[in-house]
Every structure is written in structure tokens, then in C-alpha cells.
């Protein structure tokens, strides 16, 4: 009990000054953490740290590890750091604050599932939100917990929905913005209406609901075709950007359910496939760029946000980028959600034609009902949600992808509220010509042109992380994790941590030591296709293990 | 499918000699390997290796992790290294082939274990054994498996006895001797006859059992009361060692069921909590000794037999130090298991009062049927199997120990063959004067005087590795593994791998460079019991991770 309250009163002298709104929108400000899900508002993933940098690497070594346990669903977590605690999520909603120095764990939170909880997919986390000293987590059953950052208890709890009614949960992490926290929601497989709702941050009470499909008399609603609004997906389940300047919230929407039929919802399918603007205040919408009309691919636009302030023709522009789940990336403007432009991550993509300048897709292949069409790249996507990291040193985009393609068979289904409605079946293969493989690639962000590019054998399914040194880390499945060259893609540092990379490493400082720690577990419901083109990924170990580096003494 | 050949072709060429038993007799002379469970046929657990020593091991740091996934029951083998393959086993029969240098996996084999497996105790694994090309494994279901070492295809496959019959199974690992594999049982806990079994190592052809309990007829038969010597338990749950100079077994023997209740077992209890020589080629005994007779505190004596030749009072002596569960360490003469010495491990300690220079038990303290009585240590030993380890250049014996006691009430339990029968039920409390902890020693392997003891907050559970470096390493129950000064027991380094200690470091060299590796994964039925005593240590995370170590470049 002795050792308990030692450890407690560490875990607060550690973490001892709040996190406020003013912290969290000045975030790079603080180089030595990572506050939120992104490390800034504007997910960049980048890290002005540069005491690990390219002339000193080969001195990066492990110097603390912290095994979860928690092998089910793969470690998917963004270690948050803040002020030398670490905190993560696992699956199963499990929560631990982790002395970020050495690896000592401080305290745990396990949340005390439902009896005979239904998870749609799996049990996995995507991370957490700070602010106000309290840790914010969705859950699988859709709460929404805060916890308190210096102890775990749980402050207070919050149902958004039965998840025996919606077929939805929580997977990603929540987004502190000012007073309120900020959260989406699962569901794009599911005969579910999609929504994004706001809580107060000290008492969860709920502050907004943003639907993702407009209901009757709204805008929009016209595009849904009879009662398809209600069930028509347009989930929400990855994590936002903010902006402070205009206080918008950017929200990437998944794909309309059914996924691959799409005769029983005719029509846009609005917000579906597109990327949202909101009032952070009020959740009113402010604009909204969809960039996929009516899709029948399930191709979600779901991934991150990207905030930019880039000259462009001769012009400073306020940009954002969004990675679509196709396979292309889309820049518009943020202040009117104006098109700017659009370009293919991927070389095996056959879906569309092309995109005009406009930003309308040219030459539409749709899968016809009933019959077996070929589509690259496959369901998993161009490239899957983990994220890209911008670098403004080097001005460029680090983002993975992933050459590959499927046959895909549209069915109609019968829709039951709540329950999976794919409208179709697939199954992954090689592209036609050349192999299936993964790569990282550095790219200009707005005209997509490649400096360098990385190529490994299988999918790169883990986050980028840009740092200051001038370097990009990732992580391959089974289980490297490496250092490339930011301005040329060259291999220069890896680790063999001895599970897949699967989660988003990140970067902090303590005492002014330079830390790197990645998330090390192999899992995800798209792991487990991955034999369906390797078959030896089937056997890829499992695990769950947080690595942290840092440079050994000269 | 080009890959996994080029996998097979190089664990064919890392591991292309084919390990004989002159290769097994000589260990010692292969510093670069770690061959057999205790590296060499004495049990040492010593290796010469000296390149990682107290003057540089400030540099030591991880060069690689493999994860294998199987955290249940913890991580609690001896990985076996021959000629850059480390072979592993994990939980649930699991083996692993990894390059030894990389961490890359290069086969894995799981067991295909039955349906509704009832598995008395937890699914963990203590270790492998190799030679003639092949790895042999007992299993969970009470087989023994010979693998390919090249390739992990099994090879053959030999029930042993049917585990709803006896109600034990093969956690230990196999000892290969000659053309032969031995291999123990557990069941000390069950109504069963313990034995152990010598199989030709090429076929799996049984070739001789000595049974622990003699049967009618046979010398020691009344030693035991009535039918009891049907069900006395007598397991053989560890790994034993060989003296090639006189082919002689060594191999510790456990408690006789029940275990805490010993009128309906009236004698002496041939052979529990002895150490049995054996004839390696027909399994014929040469000489027995019997640390406890007719014990009723479940002390087994089947921890690790050290064989050393060291002078005493003026001789020269051949002899054998076990370390029993009740926390007395025994040295007998090898040659013909005469009494020599006994020293206890532990400073609580009120089983007896004291053993008298003829090995006799002094003033024994036997708990009554009924009531409740303090005992010390606790029936998790005054050390558990983990392993102690001898080093030549010191001539002590490192082994760790634990101070804790507990209340016991024996009880009359049913004797049902194949099921549980503790015959008693037990709590685990610190002891009266100071608190409950854990210890790792320097001793004199005769006489027990103790040259040093580290003193840690939580039992060690891990095996000791000793190395020619003058180190001696291990970890704790909190994920802490670390290296102390052979000579004077100062921490000299230590990494947090996040996960408690609970099976045995090794060492070994590939292409001249030194690695340190330990399996990380706290579990077993033991750990599961520390709750008792210290809270928090239910929550202590498990893992099953191997980290392998090496001298960063200067």
C-alpha cells in the first residue's frame, strides 16, 4: 500500500499541470509532449525533437518496454505523452499511465465490459484524449469514460448508444477541442445513421450531435433514396482536426452501408465519403466536400485531416488533406471546403479513370449485382487508417500504401437495424501485373509528385511519425521498426520488436532526453485478410508491447 | 513461397550440424551455444562467455525482440541455442525456431491439442530438448513430440499415458542422454503414481520407466500404507541431470499426495523427496537419497541436481547439491547418494528445527489434521523451480530464495485416481518478524555460507545465469531483468522488458558477438498466488516476449 501511494503521488508530480484548452491548441509549443491524438491539431505527426536525428541513429536502442498482455485485436494505440507520463489504450478498453522514463507503470484502468458484449469487429483501441486532467476513452459498448489522469478512476461515464440497437462502438480516440470532447462512432458496415457528438469535458453531459446523414427536411436529405437515410452508415470512426483560427472541426465519414450495393440508397449519399466542417461549439455545419458520390466501393474518407498553410499557384492558401480509403488523396480549401486537388497514392487503382479539375471522378467502374468484378485497390484500401506524418522542414507528405486488388460480388441484403449489411462478398488479390506489396512514399502534398519511395513486401499498415532529425519511423507486420531518411527514403535504423506494427509511433522528451516509442502487436480485422494474398500471415505472432528509445550514451 | 524456402534453407545452414550425443557430453566446449536445459549436463547453468563483462555491460542494450503471443501461464522456458537457432517453447505447446542473430522467425509448430483438454494446473512450457536433428517437447496432454529441427514438422509422436487417467501432464523439458530422451511428469498434487520415461530419441520407441513409487515387491514397497502407494504422487516434474562418467540420472523426485495429509500414507514415502540415480541405459536405480521422509509440507525435491567436483575436508568429492522446496539445500556424494551436507536458503524456516550431520531431520513441526498452523516458508517454496546457477571462476552457487510463511489446515480429502488431492487448504502470510520478499545469494555450494544476498521487494522467480563475464543474471516479478556483480552482488544494469520473470536466462554467441537472452512473460500458478501477500500483484501485466541483448558499438 506503501509502494501504491509512491507511485500515485509519482504519477502526479509527473503529470502535475493541467492540460488545458490553451495547452492543447498551442501543443507544438511544447516539444517535449504529445498531448493529442496527432501531437497537434493539424495531424501532422511531426516532432520538432532532433536530438535523434540522421548522424546519430545507429546509437537508437531500446530502453524500456512495457508489455500490456492485451495480445486480442493488435496494439492500434497513439501513445499521448504528457509532462513524462505515457498514457495508452488496449483492447478491451484498457487503460495504463506509464511512467515515460523508464517503463513503470503508474496506474490501470480495465473497463468492466457488458456481459455478452456483441463487438461488431473486434476489441481493438486507437488511443485516448487529455485535458483537464482527465483521460477520455469511447469504448466498445459506446460510452464515453473519463478518468482521472493522476489515479484511473473513473470521473464519469456517459451511454451514446445501445450497441445491441446500432451494431456501433468506439475504436478511435476521442478529440479534446476547448470545453468539450469530441467523438465518432463506428457503424459504416452497419445498418446504422452515423453521428459525431460533443461532451462537456468536466461532466459529460452532452453538448452537440452532428448527424452524418441529414434527416427529412434537412440538406441533403434528398440524396438518400426512401428510408436508406436511416441505415445508411456514414460512420465516423476515426479522430478529427481542429482549428482553432476558424474554430472548425474537420470530420472524415465513412462509406454509405450497403457497402457494395448501392441500388436501394440512389442518390449522393450525403455526408457519406466526404470530410465535414463543424462549428466546434455549436456542431452546426459550416461546409462539406464529398469526394466520393454515392459509393459502392466502400471507400471511406474517414482518415485524417490534414492542415496546411501552403502557397499554391502564387497564392497562400489554408489547405486540408484527406487520404481516401480509394486510394486517391484530396486537397481542398478549409475556409470553403473549395477543391483543389486530387492525387493517386496508388499505382493499381482502377475504380475511376481519373479525377477532373473540378474534382468530379471520371470514368466510374462499378461492380455490377450478382457478378464478379475485379477493383484495385482491394476493400483494405489504398491505404488503411493508420497515418500519414507531414514534415514542414522538408514541406512534404509521408504516407504508406498499399498495392493490391480484389474480386468483389454486390449482393442485395436484407437491412436489420443494427446488424452488418456489406452487400457483397470479396476476396483479395495480387494486382494484375507485378506484386502485391506495401511502400512509403514521400509526396509534395498538394501535387502528389514522389520524391522517394520505400517499398516492402507486405503492407505497411502502422502510422508515420516526421521528427525534427529529419527522419520518418514506422513499422512493418512482422514486426520491424524502422528509421528512413526524411529527404531520401533511405533505410538508415531498425528494430526487430518481434510482433507487427499496427498502432503510431510518436516522440517525446524527459529531462531533455529524446524518446521514440512505438506500439508493437499485430492484429486488426485487416490483418486477418492479409493471408488471403500471404498466406504466411496467417502465423505473424501476435503480441502487444510498447518499445521506447532512446540514443545509448556515446 | 520463395520466402519461406529461403527461411528453410537458412535455418537448414544456421543449424546444419546435427548435434550428437558427443556434442551434448562436451557442451561445455561449444561456449557459443546453449545445447541442453542447463546449458551442461551438471546443470551449471554457467556459460564461459566473456565478452559482455562488468567492465562494458553498461552498453548492453536489446538487439532484438520476438513475440510470440501465447501470454497465458507466462513465459517460462529455457531457450535452447544451437549454432544461431534459438529454439523456444511457449504456452500451449508451442515451439518456436528464431535466428538467433536477427530475432526473424524461421519455423513455428503448434500442437494440436485435444478438445476439452483438462489441464490440471496452466498451459505453460518449461523447455525443449534437442539432438540427432530433432527437437523433443512434452506436452500438455502427456505426450512426448520429436519435431524436425530444420523445418518444425513433426516427426514422431508418442502417448504416454492418458491425461484424464492420471490427471498429469509434461510441463518439464526432456532430457536427451545417449540415444535416448528422458522426460518427467507432474501430478505431485494428484492421486497418481509418478514415473519417469527413456525413449529412443530417433523413433520414439519406449525403452524403460522407473516408477517413483516401488510396487510390490520391490525394495522401499513398505514405505508406504495400504494402497496409498497407488496414488502418492511422486512426480518428476523437472528436468534432471547426467554424469557421463558413471551414465548415472540424477533426477529430483516431488511430494507424496496428499500433500499436506499424511495418516492414510503411513512410512516413509519412497522415492517423493529424494534424488533417484539412474542407470541412463536401463533406468535401473543405483542409489536413492531422501531429504524428507513421509513429508506432509509438500516439499518437493525436484528442483535442479548440480553436479560439482570440489574438495571438502580434504578430499576430493563428487557430488550432487539439490536445492528443495523447503528452502534446505542438500549436497550428497554422487557416487553413492551418502549424506554430506545441508544449509538452509532462507531465514524463515519452522518446518524443523535443524538437520543433524547425518541429514536427519531435527525436531520436525508437522501441522495438524484440523487445525491451522503457521508454516515457513510457504508452500511456494523457500525458492520456487526457478533455477540457481554455479560458476567455476567464483565456486559459489547463485540461486535465489524467499522469505514468506503461511497458515496450513490439513484435511481428510476423497482419493478419487487422477484428481486433485492437496489434503489440506493454505494462505499465503509474510512472516512474523520483518517483511515477506524475495533474494538472490552467493553461497558455497557445501556449506551454505553466503558471500553476498540482493535483496528485492517481490519473490524472484526467475532461473540465475551465470557467465564467464562475472555476471549473474535474472529478473523480478515486475518486468525489471538485471545483472549483478558475480563477485560482491551489485547491480550493475538492468532493462525494463514489461513483463515479469519467470523462466531462465541464457547466453550465447553468433559470429563472435556475445547476446544475453531472457524469456519475459510473468504467469504460472505461482504468480497467481503472490495476491495473497502483495495486492497489487494481481495486476501485475503478463507478456511472452524473448529480448535478446548484445553490446552496443563503442
Known amino acids: 500500500m506503501i509502494r501504491l501511494l509512491l507511485l500515485l503521488s509519482l504519477a502526479g508530480a509527473l503529470g502535475a499541470q493541467e492540460i488545458t484548452s490553451k495547452r492543447l491548441i498551442e501543443a507544438d509549443r511544447e516539444p517535449h509532449n504529445w498531448l493529442t491524438y496527432a501531437r497537434t491539431y493539424n495531424a501532422w505527426r511531426y516532432s520538432p525533437l532532433d536530438k535523434i536525428n540522421r ?221 465535414v466542417a463543424l462549428d466546434a461549439d455549436t456542431g452546426k455545419l459550416k461546409w462539406y466536400y464529398q469526394q466520393i458520390p454515392h459509393d459502392v466501393w466502400d471507400w471511406d474518407s474517414a482518415y485524417e485531416s490534414v492542415l496546411l498553410d501552403l502557397e499554391h499557384k502564387g497564392q497562400k492558401r489554408k489547405l486540408l488533406l484527406n487520404v481516401n480509403k480509394g486510394g486517391y488523396v484530396f486537397v481542398v480549401d478549409r475556409t470553403d471546403g473549395k477543391f483543389v486537388s486530387a492525387w493517386p497514392l496508388v499505382q493499381n487503382l482502377n475504380w475511376i479513370q481519373g479525377i477532373d479539375e473540378q474534382g468530379r471522378l471520371i470514368g466510374r467502374n462499378e461492380p455490377a449485382l450478382g457478378k464478379s468484378s475485379f477493383i484495385c485497390p482491394s476493400v483494405g484500401g489504398g491505404r488503411s487508417w493508420n497515418h500519414g506524418a507531414y514534415s514542414p522542414k522538408t514541406g512534404w507528405f509521408y504516407t504508406t500504401g498499399i498495392e493490391w486488388c480484389q474480386t468483389v ?69 512482422e514486426g520491424e521498426f524502422f528509421a528512413l531518411d526524411a529527404a531520401t527514403g533511405k533505410k538508415l535504423w531498425s528494430f526487430m520488436t518481434g510482433s507487427g506494427h499496427r498502432g503510431s509511433p510518436v516522440t517525446y522528451a524527459v529531462n531533455g532526453r529524446q524518446y521514440i516509442a512505438t506500439p508493437s502487436g499485430w492484429g486488426s480485422a485487416l490483418a486477418g485478410l492479409l493471408p488471403q494474398i500471404w498466406p504466411e500471415a496467417e502465423y505473424f505472432p501476435s503480441g502487444s508491447v510498447i518499445f521506447a528509445f532512446a540514443l545509448s550514451e556515446p
Not at 457483397?424 to 514522389?450: C, M, N, V, W
Request: include cysteine; charge should be negative; aromatic fraction near 12%.
Open 409 to 477: 460480388v454486390p449482393q442485395k441484403e436484407e437491412k436489420v437495424e443494427g446488424k452488418q449489411i456489406m452487400g457483397g462478398q470479396f476476396e483479395f488479390k495480387p494486382p494484375p501485373s507485378g506484386e502485391a506489396g506495401g511502400h512509403l512514399g514521400a509526396y509534395d502534398p498538394i501535387t502528389g509528385k514522389r520524391h522517394w519511395i520505400y517499398r516492402s513486401k507486405y503492407p505497411l499498415l502502422a502510422s508515420a511519425l516526421a521528427t525534427g532529425g529529419d527522419l520518418v519511423f514506422t513499422g512493418d507486420p
Open 55 to 275: 548522424s546519430n541513429i545507429q546509437r537508437l536502442a531500446p530502453v524500456w518496454s512495457f508489455q500490456t498482455g492485451d495480445v486480442e485485436g493488435g496494439l492500434q494505440c497513439t501513445p499521448l505523452v504528457a509532462d513524462g507520463v505515457m498514457y495508452i489504450s488496449t483492447s478491451w478498453n484498457r487503460v495504463y499511465a506509464i511512467d515515460a522514463a523508464t517503463g513503470r507503470k503508474l496506474w490501470h484502468y480495465i473497463y468492466e465490459k457488458p456481459k455478452n458484449l456483441g463487438v461488431p469487429f473486434g476489441p481493438w483501441n486507437r488511443g485516448l484524449a487529455l485535458g483537464y486532467g482527465l483521460v477520455f476513452m469511447g469504448t466498445l459498448d459506446n460510452h464515453l469514460v473519463a478518468l482521472d489522469a493522476k489515479t484511473g478512476r473513473e470521473v464519469w461515464n456517459v451511454a451514446i448508444e445501445d450497441l445491441a440497437q446500432c451494431g456501433c462502438n468506439i475504436t478511435g480516440a476521442p478529440l479534446v477541442v476547448k470545453d468539450k470532447v469530441i467523438v465518432g462512432v463506428t457503424g459504416g458496415e452497419m445498418a446504422h445513421r452515423g453521428y459525431i457528438n460533443a461532451f462537456d469535458a468536466k461532466t459529460g453531459r452532452h453538448v452537440w450531435r452532428f448527424w452524418t446523414i441529414p434527416g427529412p427536411g434537412e440538406p441533403g436529405h434528398e440524396t438518400w433514396e426512401g428510408d436508406s437515410w436511416k441505415f445508411g452508415g456514414a460512420s465516423t470512426w476515426m479522430t478529427g482536426s481542429y482549428d482553432p483560427e476558424s474554430n472548425l472541426v474537420f470530420w472524415g465519414v465513412g462509406n454509405p452501408a450497403a457497402d457494395f450495393y448501392g441500388d436501394d440508397r440512389k442518390g449522393a449519399n450525403l455526408y457519406t465519403d466526404s470530410v
